[in-house]
T-cell receptor
């Protein structure tokens, strides 16, 4: 079953055009929600962990928020270097293995 | 994450050969996870290991695939008698024991 769904699959933004990425999850007893950034040919780079509804984390132009059913990754005034695929994941099963969404592919055009 | 080391970065194997992928976790991490990423698909869990133990191999194909994490040395993901469908990026992640996992740069396996 799908535990993590990300939308939109792909997004093209003009430089400076703020937007939000969505991650919906269906898992009982959330033990954290993780955002990663992945550049082509590279491994996922850890960005944020969110543990409880209402929590927010920020890093440069990125802000992650969490509700009981979804998380948003807000990109404020993006730059071309923010172009990447953003991955959302939640722990699944009894251990800490992660269930990933398919990602949001973001392209920021100068 | 530069702390998790995977090698080789690229591996080409002919059908029927064996592939060995290595992963050295971050210093202080004793939990290792292997994931596979196919084009247009998300990262899929394969196996979870701690030193000398396989904790969860529910994502591993039943045949041809095996993994180990010995007391000394890196974790190894071994694929015997590779087929074209095994071509993918294989990522290793390590963790200190909580759910925060840090990934290596991956091994891109191409089966020709």
């Amino acid at each position: 079953e799908d535990q993590v769904t990300q939308s939109p699959e792909a997004l093209r933004l003009q430089e400076g055009e703020s937007s939000s990425l969505n991650c919906s999850y269906t898992v009982s007893g959330l033990r954290g929600l993780f955002w990663y950034r992945q550049d082509p040919g590279k491994g996922p780079e850890f960005l944020f962990t969110l543990y409880s509804a209402g929590e927010e984390k920020e890093k440069e132009r990125l802000k992650a928020t969490l509700t009981k059913k979804e998380s948003f990754l807000h990109i404020t005034a993006p730059k071309p270097e923010d172009s990447a695929t953003y991955l959302c994941a939640v722990p699944a099963g009894g251990n800490n293995r992660l269930a990933f969404g398919k990602g949001n592919q973001v392209v920021v055009i100068p | 994450n530069a702390g998790v080391m995977q090698n080789p970065r690229h591996l080409v194997r002919r059908r029927g050969q064996e592939a060995r992928l290595r992963c050295s976790p971050m210093k202080g991490h004793s939990h290792v996870y292997w994931y596979r990423q196919l084009p247009e698909e998300g990262l899929k869990f394969m196996v979870y290991l701690q030193k000398e133990n396989i904790i969860d191999e529910s994502g591993m194909p039943k045949e041809r695939f095996s993994a180990e994490f010995p007391k000394e040395g890196p974790s190894i993901l071994r694929i015997q008698q590779v087929v074209r469908g095994d071509s993918a990026a294989y990522f290793c992640a390590s963790s200190p024991g909580n759910a925060e996992a840090f990934f290596g740069q991956g091994t891109r396996l191409t089966v020709v």
